[in-house]
């Protein structure tokens, strides 16, 4: 495809569940990005990919949240023991090559912890 | 980190007016400053970026100027149209990392 695809788009989970949410970026991309967004806020970075290496994962909340990306592209973010407070759209993001390049997104995955 | 700080939060303007929205970054370090326009339920999209090595970017009815002294950056629409109406963010990045750091967001409406 064209765009960076996310699946699922709406996940709802009961608190204590673990949900996986899967980003297929752009192909060619080398960096791959996770972001989470609250209601009415914007992105907070969660964490960076460059192929298969996870350079950078210190936006990730707890040690609940999980990444990763075994074969540079597809990647999976897990959430373990969901809370409410998870609950948030997560849009994941690609770019050519890292630093300072633009980013693309996906639509996201709408996440509801009930 | 890069702290990014984003004004107004909410605007409204009529239809062919224009709009501004500023945005202020703390880490001296940010070298890429792109803007995104955020419909509701969907993706944020790329509309227009700017690098620290360059004061003013302009496409079509869209421009964005950088101020590095002062650290702030701001994003013009002028002949505002309806369809222009979402939330923008701007965001920030500096050279030695990736960690985008994105503002809180400007809901921008545009009255017919």
């Known amino acids: 495809g064209a765009g960076v695809s996310q699946s699922p788009r709406y996940k709802v989970a009961k608190r204590g569940q673990d949900v996986a949410l899967r980003c297929d970026p752009i192909?060619?991309?080398?960096?791959l990005f996770w972001y989470q967004q609250a209601l009415g806020q914007g992105p907070e970075f969660l964490t960076y990919?460059?192929?298969?290496?996870?350079?950078?994962k210190s936006g990730l909340p707890s040690d609940r949240f999980f990444a990763e990306r075994p074969e540079g592209s597809v990647s999976t973010l897990k959430i373990q023991r969901t809370q409410q407070e998870d609950s948030a759209v997560y849009l994941c993001?690609?770019?050519?090559?890292?630093?300072?390049?633009?980013?693309?997104f996906g639509d996201g995955t709408r996440l509801s912890i009930l | 980190g890069e702290n990014v700080e984003q004004h107004p939060s909410t605007l409204s303007v009529q239809e062919g007016d224009s709009a501004v929205i500023k945005c202020t970054y703390s880490?001296?370090?940010?070298?890429?400053f792109p803007w995104y326009k955020q419909e509701l339920g969907k993706r944020p999209q790329l509309i227009i970026d700017?690098?620290?090595?360059?004061g003013e970017k302009k496409d079509q009815r869209i421009a964005v100027t950088l101020n590095k002294t002062a650290k702030h950056f701001s994003l013009h629409i002028t002949e505002t149209q309806p369809e222009d109406s979402a939330v923008y963010f701007c965001?920030?990045?500096?050279?030695?990392?990736?960690?985008?750091?994105f503002g809180a967001g400007t809901r921008l409406t545009v009255k017919p």
């Open positions: 990919f460059q192929n298969e290496a996870q350079l950078d």
């Open positions: 993001a690609s770019s050519l090559a890292e630093g300072g390049q633009p980013q693309h």
């Open positions: 700017i690098r620290s090595n360059v």
């Open positions: 965001a920030a990045i500096p050279y030695n990392n990736n960690d985008m750091r």
């Open positions: 880490d001296s370090a940010s070298n890429y």
């Open positions: 192909s060619g991309h080398v960096s």
